[in-house]
């Protein structure tokens, strides 16, 4: 199968024009990207590269441009406009929404957060803010003040004295949350029951070794399970390398794991030490 690439790129300037495209395999594809991104430090080429080769998967390609465009418009409205010009934006666009639209921003702002891990200044700078007078809920009794309601497919609570009831819900509280929601006590059906020694075993024998949960994601999402990286981290542990020094050998050989943290060195040494190449493979 042959790939049409585009000499110069056309996010460097490139045009379609016949002279400036070749066919190439994929793996020439890849190539012809990986060299590209080396000599001119484009985004868009490291990203062509590592879809190529299978690095990344066709989403996590998708996700990645799109976090580089965002992050491209972002330094462009920076260059702009002024902090406090972006702030009284956001401040005016926040009165003027209407409470669906609020909503919507709430969950898209949940969603784009998930999975994403803070520096510790950044943490202790969040808690300075939200201590004492600077928490929004300061003096604020909560159960007092804010009550619960729901459209039937989920629950949360709003302040009735400074927000209105959105269309479409009402004072209530319907839906079924497992984690708080799920009975305790003697209310609780397993309440002064126990399991069985027979089913305690096979609760941990399910669960153990290689069906550990942990291990099995660990196996799908781990790329240092693959080859090359695979044979050159039981070379280096046979030599008594540690993770540290691990990730700096396969840094500079290997720029597509420069952001492979280093712990994931050590998972993947210990779970081959413990359960054998074939079984983690």
């Known amino acids: 199968m ?43 080429d490291r990203i062509a590269w590592h879809a190529l080769s299978g690095i990344i998967g066709h989403e996590e390609a998708w996700y990645q441009k799109i976090c580089e465009a965002s ?62 007078e600077g928490h929004p809920l300061w003096g604020v009794p909560w159960d007092e003040e804010r009550l619960w309601i729901t459209n039937g497919q989920e629950n949360r609570r709003i302040n009735p004295e400074k927000e209105q009831l959105p269309d479409g819900w009402w004072w209530a509280k319907t839906v079924f949350n497992p984690r708080t929601d799920y009975p305790v006590g003697e209310e609780n059906h397993f309440y002064g029951k126990k399991h069985k020694q027979s089913s305690k075993d096979l609760i941990s024998k399910a669960n153990s070794g290689l069906n550990n949960g942990s291990l099995k994601k660990s196996r799908e999402n781990n790329i240092l399970y693959k080859e090359p990286y695979l044979s050159e981290i039981l070379e280096m542990r046979r030599e008594g390398l540690g993770k540290i020094k691990m990730k700096k050998i396969m840094d500079e050989k290997y720029p597509e794991l420069e952001n492979i943290p280093k712990h994931q060195y050590y998972t993947t040494y210990k779970s081959i030490e413990k359960y054998g190449v074939e079984n983690v493979q």
Do not use: C, F
């Open 2 to 44: 042959k790939h049409k690439h585009h000499v110069i790129p056309k996010h460097a300037g490139g045009t379609d024009d016949p002279s400036n495209i070749v066919e190439l395999t994929i793996e020439e594809h890849a190539e012809a990207h990986r060299k590209l991104y080396e000599e001119h430090g484009r985004w868009q």
């Open 71 to 132: 992050k491209m418009a972002r330094e462009k409205i920076a260059e702009m406009y002024t902090s406090e010009d972006r702030s009284r934006w956001r401040k005016n666009a926040w009165e003027n929404a209407t409470e669906e639209q609020r909503e919507k921003h709430r969950q898209a702002v949940s969603k784009g957060r998930t999975g994403i891990k803070l520096s510790e200044e950044h943490r202790q700078a969040m808690s300075e803010r939200m201590t004492g």
